[in-house]
C-alpha cells in the first residue's frame, strides 16, 4: 500500500544485499521528462500511468541483483505479477492507520489517489486507505514473503508499530526472504 515504506526499507534492503536499487515511481517520473506522478495523473490519467507502470515492471524483470520498490498499485495489474515474480516479492504489511498517519504527516499531494482537500485529512486518508485495501488485499497476499509490521511488533514487545525503524523492518524482510527460500528448496527436494 502507499506509504508502507516500500521506497524507504527498499534502499536500506539494496544496501544490506549490496544489490543496485530502483523505485518504479521514479523511472516513471523520469520516462515523463520529470513530471511527478501526480501531474502524470492529472495530465494523462492513471489508465497512462498504469501502462508505464507496466513497462517499467518489464524493463526491470530483465534485471538481477537489484531491489525494486515498486507502486502501491502495481498489484492491480496481473501482467504486473509476471514481472514481478521474476524476482521474489516482499509484501510490507503495515495497518492502515499508521499508514494514515504517516501519510497524513507529510501530506498527500504526491499521491493522487489520495484525498487533497482541507480539513481532517488523517481520517479521509484513512478511509481512503480502507476503501484501497478492500480492493487490493488478497493481491497483497499473493506475494512470496510477508513481513508484518504487527508481527515484529509482537517479536519485540513494542506496543506501537510507528516506533519500529526501517532498519528493523528491512531485517524482517530479510528473514522472512530466507524462509520463503528454504521453504522453496524443501520443496525442490521433494
Ligand atoms: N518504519 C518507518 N517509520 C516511520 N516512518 C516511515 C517508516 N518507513 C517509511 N516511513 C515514512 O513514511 C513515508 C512513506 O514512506 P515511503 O518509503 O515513501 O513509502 P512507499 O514507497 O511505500 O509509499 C515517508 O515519509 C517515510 O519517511
Ligand atoms: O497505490 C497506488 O495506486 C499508488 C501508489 C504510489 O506509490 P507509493 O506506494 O510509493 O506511494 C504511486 O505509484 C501512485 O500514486 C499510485
Ligand atoms: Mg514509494
Same mark, same amino acid.
Given at each position: ?5 516500500? *521506497?524507504?526499507v527498499?534502499?536500506?534492503l539494496?544496501?544490506a544485499l ?35 507502470? *507496466? ?33 521474489i516479492?516482499v509484501?510490507l ?31 479521509? *486518508? ?18 512470496n514473503a510477508r513481513v508484518s509490521l504487527?508481527n515484529i511488533?509482537?517479536k519485540l ?10 532498519t528493523v523492518i528491512a531485517i524482517e524482510a530479510l528473514e522472512q526472504i530466507e524462509v520463503f527460500l528454504k521453504e ?7
Amino acid at each position: 500500500m502507499m506509504g508502507s515504506g516500500k *521506497t524507504t526499507v527498499g534502499k536500506i534492503l539494496s544496501q544490506a544485499l549490496g544489490y543496485s536499487f530502483s523505485d518504479c515511481d521514479t523511472l516513471i517520473e523520469q520516462e515523463a521528462d520529470g513530471i511527478s506522478v501526480a501531474e502524470i495523473f492529472k495530465l494523462h490519467g492513471e489508465g497512462f500511468f498504469r501502462d508505464k507502470e *507496466t513497462e517499467v515492471l518489464r524493463q526491470l524483470s530483465l534485471m538481477r541483483c537489484v531491489v525494486v520498490s515498486t507502486g502501491g498499485g502495481a498489484v492491480v495489474r496481473n501482467i504486473n505479477w509476471k514481472y514481478m515474480q521474476k524476482g521474489i516479492t516482499v509484501w510490507l504489511d503495515v495497518p492502515l492507520d499508521a499508514l494514515a498517519q504517516r501519510i497524513s504527516a507529510v501530506g498527500t499531494g504526491s499521491r493522487p489517489l489520495l484525498p487533497n482537500e482541507s480539513g481532517d485529512i488523517y481520517s479521509k *486518508t484513512f478511509m481512503r486507505l480502507s476503501s484501497l485495501f478492500e480492493l487490493r488485499g488478497e493481491s497483497y497476499a499473493n506475494a512470496n514473503a510477508r513481513v508484518s509490521l504487527e508481527n515484529i511488533a509482537a517479536k519485540l514487545g513494542e506496543r506501537d508499530v510507528s516506533n519500529l525503524t526501517p532498519t528493523v523492518i528491512a531485517i524482517e524482510a530479510l528473514e522472512q526472504i530466507e524462509v520463503f527460500l528454504k521453504e522453496k528448496e524443501g520443496h525442490n527436494e521433494l
